[in-house]
Nanobody, 123 residues
Framework: QLQLVESGGGSVQAGGSLRLSCTAS?????MAWFRQSPGKEREGVAS????????YYADFVKGRFTISRNNANNTVYLNMNNLKPEDTATYYC???????????????????WGKGILVTISS
């Protein structure tokens, strides 16, 4: 069983920045961030593989968000810049423990999810 704990959410004005963190209780081969706004489906935001540190981004965050990870403490970060009101959502951390089948930015292969953290962007 892997536990994921998110932190760093909050409220900022449009154009501002936030940094989300997700610490896993153990090693995960793939970690990702998803988000869900009221009335919308949960969508992939960014993901990163442990081996090679390959990163993947949804088009709507490219150039604004950066995902990174610290393998020493099993933590993944999401640096969010130039935030927009439409970025308002609950952000979830997710991981694939070890199978290596995950398709980036999709649910496929993900084993564990965090409880989510709220990000609110005001105009």
């Amino acid at each position: 069983q892997l536990q994921l704990v998110e932190s760093g959410g909050g409220s900022v004005q449009a154009g501002g920045s936030l940094r989300l963190s997700c610490t896993a209780s153990g090693f995960a081969i793939h970690m990702a961030w998803f988000r869900q706004s009221p009335g919308k489906e949960r969508e992939g935001v960014a993901s990163i593989r442990t081996i090679g540190a390959l990163t993947y981004y949804a088009d709507f965050v490219k150039g604004r968000f950066t995902i990174s990870r610290n393998n020493a403490n099993n933590t993944v970060y999401l640096n969010m810049n130039n935030l927009k009101p439409e970025d308002t959502a609950t952000y979830y951390c997710a991981s694939e423990r070890r199978r290596g089948i995950c398709i980036p930015l999709t649910y496929y292969g993900l084993d564990y999810w965090g409880k989510g953290i709220l990000v609110t962007i005001s105009s």
